[in-house]
């Protein structure tokens, strides 16, 4: 059996109702709906409909609110005979929307983008209740979710290819046609804004697709799947379906039907997707992983002049959105002679800067919240310093914690083998460690097998150069950091993934390309 239509869906699908979630675009009123409702039931979005799950008992994922670690919202679990009815939905659509005309998609996927700046405020908001980030985060989010929309919707208009000449007898010329249904699969730390970074291309380029955000954070695509509705975008074009992983995630991906994966998560979940896949030599995969980011401080760096930017941009990359990007850095690599200033300097910036609670949220998740701590302990027994922060209390009972918070934590006197140094702890945690050289700084920054981002901090321009092309990352940032211009490629080196996505990136990705050879005669 497959999905069917919910006739007496009360809230909160309904994008004209005035008295549930589309009112509360203030954490204030978010909060007192969802005390005064109860758990809030997501629903699948397919074919253009909310709709429940085939089995009358479908089994439901709580969703906690990391800030107070109570549930407030019931995820279904979509199960594989529903995952298949979504992928047939993208399928049917796929012929039709693949011939739709650029300009026509331009104007879907402009639509979205004004419908996500006009509601702005209410994203924001309910993304900050279902990850932890604070509002002023979310809100800066939601804004490059509504650029990604904007940003594709332009670019498909004005495409280029490539013509050649043999012998002056032939015409050879590079075509690309929609490569066909994707699998979309996001991570929690940046629900909407990850989420709508695969979207957006998919769709622009004439692909259809079946997304599935995280279990733990599945409110913006629950909403995002409204402004769909109200785009008109043509039915089974994008179907959403929630669930885990090993039910929902594994079947989609391993579907014969679906034609690519784009997958933003973990690199042990990258490495099962490529064994599900590996007979399926044809699916075009994009993994962005994992990374264990670096960020190199040069002496010059904190002279007068750059000392500030210095401290400022180091701290953000290390603290934003409680440490909870993959593109931060959390391995600091300190030029010795300025090694004690930047210490000081950084830490008593990091305390009056990143407060709990107003600048920095809760992390994820129960499980999440365990797994940072346990690094934690793991320093008290390396005998580490702590600069700042310490091991949080241990949280056993979901329902009365209190929240997820984790306080800004600064450790020296690491030592290069510990697993603080190797693992992806993916928290507000970061570790400052001495170097005497630019080789060592260079050596200890590619000692990782992640490559995903790194953080290059020096007033020296020969430097720029000469260690910012010797990192072994895909993107590297000098004197800033989470700068992105949406055509410039992204992805990882080593284990932080294969493939890159933007612009012209993505339309590898997502179309399929054929050299057509036309005689002179």
């Known amino acids: 059996m497959g999905s069917k239509p919910v006739t007496n869906v009360q809230e909160p699908g309904d994008l004209d109702r005035k008295d549930g979630i589309w009112s509360c675009n203030t954490l204030e009123k978010a909060a007192s709906l969802i005390q005064s409702h109860g758990p809030l039931h997501l629903l699948n979005y397919v074919q253009g409909e909310f709709q429940t799950t085939s089995s009358t008992k479908p089994p439901y994922i709580d969703s906690y609110e990391p800030k107070t670690g109570t549930a407030y919202a019931k995820v279904p679990c979509t199960q594989p005979d529903d995952v298949e009815a979504a992928i047939r939905a993208a399928k049917l659509a796929f012929p039709g929307w693949s011939k739709t005309p650029c300009a026509e998609r331009s104007r879907y996927l402009r639509r979205v983008s004004e419908l996500i700046q006009e509601h702005r405020e209410l994203l924001a908001v309910w993304e900050s209740i279902d990850q932890g980030k604070t509002i002023e985060r979310a809100r800066i989010e939601v804004d490059r979710a509504a650029a990604n929309f904007s940003y594709f919707s332009t670019f498909i208009l004005h495409e280029q290819t490539a013509a050649r000449m043999v012998d002056s007898a032939w015409l050879t010329y590079e075509h690309r046609s929609p490569a066909g249904v994707f699998a979309l699969i996001s991570p929690w730390n940046m629900p909407l804004y990850l989420l709508t970074w695969k979207i957006a291309p998919c769709l622009a380029f004439g692909c259809t697709a079946v997304a599935k955000p995280s279990e733990v954070t599945s409110m913006s695509a629950f909403l995002l799947s409204s402004l769909f509705k109200k785009a008109n975008i043509p039915a089974g074009v994008i179907n959403i379906v929630f669930g885990d992983g090993p039910t929902t995630g594994s079947t989609l991906v391993a579907s014969s039907l679906i034609n690519g994966v784009s997958f933003t998560g973990s690199t042990a979940t990258g490495i099962n997707i490529r064994r599900m ?202 004197n800033g950091w989470l700068v992105r211009e949406l055509g410039t490629p992204f992805g990882g080196m080593k284990s932080s993934g294969v493939g890159r996505e933007g612009g012209e990136y993505s339309r590898d990705v997502f179309t399929v390309v054929r050299t057509v050879h036309l005689p002179a005669y």
């Not at 401290?311 to 290390?318: E, L, P």
């Not at 934590?409 to 928290?427: R, Y």
């Not at 590619?446 to 007033?459: H, K, M, P, R």
């Open 277 to 478: 896949v590996a007979a399926q030599i044809n699916k075009h995969l994009s993994l962005e992983l994992g990374g264990k980011n670096p960020t190199l401080v040069f002496s010059d760096a904190m002279s007068n002049g750059h000392r500030d930017r210095t401290i400022s941009v180091a701290a953000s990359a290390a603290f934003e959105n409680q440490g909870e990007i993959c593109l931060c850095g959390s391995r600091i690599y300190v030029e010795r002679a300025v090694y004690d200033e930047f210490v000081q300097s950084f830490t008593d910036y990091v305390s009056q800067k990143y407060t709990l609670g107003k600048t920095v949220g809760a992390v994820a998740s129960l499980q999440h919240y365990a797994k940072v701590r346990s690094y934690l302990q793991l320093a008290t027994d390396e005998g580490v310093t702590f600069k700042l922060g310490g091991v949080p209390d241990a949280l056993d009972n979901v329902d009365s914690t209190g929240g997820y918070w984790i306080a800004p934590t600064i450790l020296t006197n690491v030592a290069p083998t510990s697993a603080l140094q190797k693992d992806e702890i993916f928290g507000p945690v970061v570790t400052i460690t001495p170097v005497d050289s630019e080789e060592e700084a260079v050596g200890l920054a590619n000692d990782s097998e992640y490559g995903l981002a790194a953080v290059l901090l020096t007033a020296d321009g020969g430097r720029m150069r000469r260690v910012g092309e010797q990192l072994e990352a895909g993107l590297v940032w000098v």
